[in-house]
């Protein structure tokens, strides 16, 4: 047997070692600029590239890491994408990942019921999501358009384009919401996109809306995960939607790529976007051929944390962005935006000539930056459980004169 295929209890064992160390402020390799002839071999790639990658990253941990959609990952789900690495598993054929299969189809039915769909599958991210319930929203619906409000994610767009399908764009309420009194009458031939938690502001949609169009479905990548807490009522009516799309990666605290695309009816919804072939033994159904198996990191999660594990940290989530909130509103310097609904904080100084000296005396990573009607706003994203609130809140405190 080739050596570089068998378990290496000392190769692994290193590897892991390395994760503990801190290489803040190394140096990467000396990479050459062609394909090396001959290789250093595994152990010293290892040792080499440990500098680079693992201190050349943000840390998502980090108590003032309070700026993207990216989460920490749990523990759990390093030591389950090491298993899925070396299985290579592709949920593809039935004959290669038998498990895997199952696994999947357990975590969607876990998580479906809790949107108010039946199943569904999942994909590398809601971008893939987005695309494929549209994809089926055209087939199962024969809609031509797509309507989405200005605060949509560019995904929807970027659907559209792919599926040849018009894109109505519609303007946002004062909220970052869907402005819905400049919808069209006429949705028969329409997708109705609502969006909950967008990307910018964290609005949501009215999902009073869904089922007015051909087809409803709900982009709820970012705060789909506030249905298991106790905040599920923010989301309530996305059990109207024919689909919804949600990212793992994002508040479920998972290594990318995972998200979920969820159906109403997926039996039909599946029918609608699969394809069959001589050598599959069961039908392609979705955008993806060879794809891994993101499902076991995330049913690990939730077999070692519950429902209520899940709840408890989104809610801490929750809790730190509340705190945010309470200080912009307290401070005479400083604005919000609109009432945070789904963890999301956007706020500015009042007077916008302090703007960019804020920015460059924030810890880097802590918030990032968006533009919303030509205003140029801080953003806050509450993925990080770890984050201290008071250290953030500090820095903030110290940019202002
Ligand atoms: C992040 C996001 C997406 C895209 O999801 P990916 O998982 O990054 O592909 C779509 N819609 C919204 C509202 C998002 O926040």
């Known amino acids: 047997m080739d050596r570089e295929f068998a378990f290496n209890s000392d190769g692994l064992h290193q590897a892991v070692e390395l994760m503990g160390l801190d290489f803040t402020n190394s140096e990467g390799p000396d990479l050459p600029m062609e394909l090396p002839q001959f290789g250093v071999g595994s152990m010293a790639a290892v040792n080499a590239l440990a500098p680079s990658i693992l201190g050349g990253a ?51 039915a876990w998580l479906a019921p809790f949107f108010g769909m039946n199943g569904g599958h999942m994909t590398p991210g809601s971008t893939v999501a987005n695309l494929t319930a549209l994809w089926s929203a055209r087939e199962c619906a024969g809609i031509t358009e797509v309507i989405a409000s200005d605060g949509a994610h560019l995904s929807i767009a970027k659907a559209a384009h792919i599926l040849g399908l018009q894109y109505l764009s519609v303007p946002m309420d004062a909220n970052g919401s869907m402005d819905t009194t400049r919808l069209p009458s006429n949705l028969s031939k329409s997708a109705l996109v609502l969006t909950a938690g967008a990307t910018s502001t964290g609005a949501i949609d009215r999902f009073d809306l869904a089922g007015r169009a051909a087809w409803t479905h709900v982009d709820a990548a970012w705060a789909g995960p506030l249905r298991l807490s106790k905040y599920a009522n923010v989301l309530a009516g996305i059990e109207a939607a024919d689909s919804a799309a949600v990212s793992a990666h994002k508040w479920l605290f998972q290594p990318k790529e995972s998200a979920l695309v969820l159906f109403k009816d997926t039996e039909r919804a599946h029918a609608a976007v699969s394809f069959g072939g001589a050598y599959l033994a069961a039908p392609n159904v979705g955008v993806l051929g060879s794809h891994g198996a993101a499902a076991t990191t995330l049913l690990a999660t939730l077999l070692a944390w519950g429902r209520e594990g899940v709840a408890q940290r989104i809610e801490h989530c929750m809790d730190l962005a509340h705190c945010l909130r309470d200080f912009v509103v307290a401070h005479e310097r400083l604005e919000l ?65």
């Open 58 to 108: 943000a840390r998502l941990g980090e108590a003032t890491s309070f700026a993207h959609m990216d989460p920490p990952t749990p523990w759990i789900t390093w030591a389950i994408t090491l298993w899925n690495a070396s299985l290579n598993q592709n949920l593809l054929h039935p004959a290669t990942a038998p498990v895997a299969r199952q696994l999947e189809e357990r975590v969607v």
């Open 337 to 401: 935006y609109a009432e945070p609904q789904t963890g999301i904080v956007v706020w500015r100084p009042k007077d916008e000539n302090l703007f960019d000296q804020i920015l460059h005396k924030l810890p880097l990573g802590s918030t990032s930056t968006t533009t919303i009607a030509g205003v140029k706003w801080f953003r806050n994203v509450a993925a990080n459980p770890s984050a201290d609130i008071n250290l953030l809140i500090a820095a903030i405190q110290k940019t202002l004169p």
